[in-house]
């Protein structure tokens, strides 16, 4: 029996962490559709054409070491706006949305277009200012040479772009709960999301 926890939200909102803690919670798999997006994103940067890029992707894309770095980021979000690269990947998706045992989905399309009757949807957000702190942090902690207001920047370019795409722009779906995390610790953010998970599968 398939159960679908979709997680959506803007870059460095805590929504992969979340995702990740929830899988974990209770025995789903995972799957982080951004790392779909920025291994295409990956194979442009080396020449290749962005649906070609998408359609050629293999699971071992996904294991590279350099899919966080910021070019990368910037490279996915570009590829994110092509419709036919997000129909190329959208298939693969929604495979592992049916699988039997439940999954957790995380990226920025999943409750609206990709899993719509998605047992659960959250849509995990964070200020501005947080979110680049987080993004900052971990950047430095993997020796990436940038600044707060370069990331800052950076985050509201793509913020802009992912909203303003035509096709599967960033935003909550009407029945998703929203989570703020600006405020809330890790924990606090996990036990938030796993309390609404909960609630839905057990019909509380």
């Known amino acids: 029996m398939s159960f679908t926890v979709a997680i959506d939200g803007p870059a460095a909102a ?9 899988a974990a919670r209770f025995g789903f798999a995972h ?3 951004g790392l779909l997006y920025r ?6 940067l080396d020449g290749t054409e962005p649906v070609e890029a998408a359609r050629a992707l293999l699971a071992a894309d996904l294991e590279s070491d350099d899919l966080r770095t910021a070019e990368v980021a910037q490279a996915a979000s570009r590829v994110a706006a092509v419709p036919e690269v997000r129909a190329a990947l959208v298939e693969f998706q929604r495979a592992f949305a049916a699988r039997s045992g439940g999954a957790v989905l995380d990226g ?3 409750g609206t277009v990709i899993c719509p009757d998605a047992e659960v949807k959250l849509f995990v ?4 200012d947080v979110r680049a702190q987080r993004r900052l942090d971990e950047l430095l902690s993997k020796g ?26 960033l935003l909550p779906a009407a029945d998703a709960v929203l989570l703020d995390t600006t ?6 953010a996990v036990e938030a999301a796993c309390a ?3 609630r839905v599968r057990d019909g509380t």
């Open 144 to 169: 990436a040479e940038t600044d707060y207001d370069t990331v800052l920047a950076e985050l509201r370019q793509r913020d802009e772009r992912d909203s303003a795409r035509a096709t599967a722009p």
């Open 31 to 33: 799957l982080d559709t």
């Open 125 to 128: 957000t964070a200020s501005d």
């Open 39 to 44: 291994a295409t994103g990956r194979r442009t």
């Open 108 to 110: 920025r399309d999943i």
């Open 14 to 22: 805590g929504k992969g962490t979340v995702a990740r803690a929830v």
């Open 183 to 188: 405020t809330l610790t890790i924990e606090g």
């Open 196 to 198: 609404e998970v909960a």
